[in-house]
Nanobody, 116 residues
Framework: QVQLLESGGGVVQAGGSLRLSCSVSGRTADMDYMYWYRQAPGKGREDVGEIRRSDGHIDYANSVKGRFTISEDNAKNTVFLQMNDLELDDTAVYYC?????????WGPGTPVTVSS
């Protein structure tokens, strides 16, 4: 079992920044990927980006590339999502997702609202 808990969401003006954290506990060694997803009101869940834990390789969705940065602090079992130059369309609930072989886990999400 793996437990995930996101934090750091809130209200920010367009152009501002936020850093989200995902605290990971449990059988973290079994997880191969850590993803960040988001779900905007009335829309489906969107893959924001992911980090491959074996080598630290990171990919981003085109919509956030150059503005968002994923990082991981293995000592603290925490994954971060640094979000800069936020836009109105970034308003969503942001979720952390851990994926292992044949299994995956979700956190409860943290809401981000970008205001004009």
């Amino acid at each position: 079992q793996v437990q995930l808990l996101e934090s750091g969401g809130g209200v920010v003006q367009a152009g501002g920044s936020l850093r989200l954290s995902c605290s990971v506990s449990g059988r973290t060694a079994d997880m191969d990927y850590m993803y960040w997803y988001r779900q905007a009101p009335g829309k489906g869940r969107e893959d924001v980006g992911e980090i491959r834990r074996s080598d630290g390789h990171i990919d981003y969705a085109n919509s956030v590339k150059g503005r968002f940065t994923i990082s991981e602090d293995n000592a603290k079992n925490t994954v971060f999502l640094q979000m800069n130059d936020l836009e109105l369309d970034d308003t969503a609930v942001y979720y952390c997702n851990a994926v292992g072989v044949g299994t995956y886990y979700w956190g409860p999400g943290t809401p981000v609202t970008v205001s004009s």
